[in-house]
Structures are given as structure tokens and as C-alpha cells.
């Protein structure tokens, strides 16, 4: 079993940046593609950015390319979804989830392909 924590969340105003964490409780992390996903009200999840185990290999939504940039710390079992340029549309509970992947550069995108979700993190951008 695997527990992720996300914190970092916040209010800020429009153009602002935060920077997400999460934190892993396992000690086979390497063996995790890590990805970031997003709810907003009314709304379904979905995929912001991802990370292969590797850290070799990133993916990001085209509605935050360009203004998010993911990242992992394997010596402190975390990773990092830096956003820049926020916008009131950003707002939603930022979740975390892994999954354990085949290969080492695989990048996993979809909500149903993953094993392990945090709690959530609200992000609220203001206008």
C-alpha cells in the first residue's frame, strides 16, 4: 500500500504561482509513474501533468503547457508540480495518484490508470 500526500495549496491572485507536493510513503518508489490530475466543481477529473519513474519522461495538459512544469525527488520519495501564471480557471482540488509501470519511461494520463490517490489540495485562484 502506498500513501500519497499532497500539500502546497493555497489562495493566490491571478498570475501568481504555488508549487504542489506530494509525498510518498513507500520505499520502492522508483517503481511509481506519478501524475497530477484536477477537479474543479461541477466537474469531471482530469489529467494536469505526469512523470515516468524515471523522471526522464513528462507529459502536460494543453490547458496548462507552458505554465506548469512537474518534477520528482527520488532521495525524498516527492514530487513537485510547479504552476506559474495562474488563472481563476486553475482553481480546483489538485490530487496526486501512482501507479507501478512496466517500463521505466511511461507516463500515465488517464484517471482509471492509477492505483494510489492523495486527498487533495485546494488551489484557489482569485481574478
Known amino acids: 500500500q502506498v500513501q500519497l500526500v499532497e500539500s502546497g495549496g493555497g489562495s493566490v491572485q491571478a498570475g501568481g504561482s504555488l508549487r504542489l507536493s506530494c509525498a510518498a510513503s513507500?520505499?520502492?518508489?522508483?517503481?511509481?509513474?506519478i501524475t497530477w490530475f484536477r477537479q474543479a466543481p461541477g466537474k469531471e477529473r482530469e489529467f494536469v501533468a505526469g512523470?515516468?519513474?524515471?523522471?526522464?519522461?513528462?507529459n502536460d495538459a494543453d490547458a496548462v503547457e507552458g505554465r506548469v512544469t512537474i518534477s520528482r525527488d527520488a532521495a525524498k520519495n516527492t514530487v513537485y508540480l510547479q504552476m506559474n501564471s495562474l488563472k481563476p480557471e486553475d482553481t480546483a482540488v489538485y490530487y496526486c495518484a501512482g501507479t507501478r509501470t512496466p517500463g521505466p519511461n511511461s507516463v500515465v494520463t488517464v484517471v482509471g490508470g492509477m492505483d494510489y490517490w492523495g486527498k487533495g489540495t485546494l488551489v484557489t485562484v482569485s481574478s
Open positions: 513507500t520505499s520502492t518508489f522508483s517503481d511509481y509513474a
Open positions: 512523470i515516468s519513474r524515471s523522471g526522464s519522461f513528462i
